[in-house]
């Protein structure tokens, strides 16, 4: 739907601008830092974790990956 109306589904919320620049930090091979560490913790409580936010879920992925890099 963002892609074709230009339009996210999600309300532009506080909430949601915290889990865009989590998941940034994540893409970015900066899921471990401090920050995203507060973020994460942030958005579970916000939201629930990875049972109800599929973002959270596959930032895990993610960040389960960066030691394979080594």
């Given amino acids: 739907m963002d892609r074709i109306l230009g ?3 999600e309300p532009n919320l ?3 601008e915290q889990l865009d620049r989590y998941v940034s930090l994540v893409n970015a091979g900066n899921g471990l ?3 995203a560490h507060r973020l994460r ?3 579970d409580d ?3 974790g990875i049972a109800n936010v ?3 879920a596959d930032a895990d992925a993610e ?3 960066y ?3 080594d």
């Fill in 7 to 9: 339009t996210r589904p």
């Fill in 33 to 35: 830092t401090p920050e």
């Fill in 63 to 65: 960040i389960s990956f």
């Fill in 46 to 48: 916000e939201l629930g």
């Fill in 41 to 43: 913790e942030l958005l």
């Fill in 54 to 56: 599929p973002k959270l």
């Fill in 14 to 16: 506080e909430v949601n």
């Fill in 67 to 69: 030691d394979l890099d």
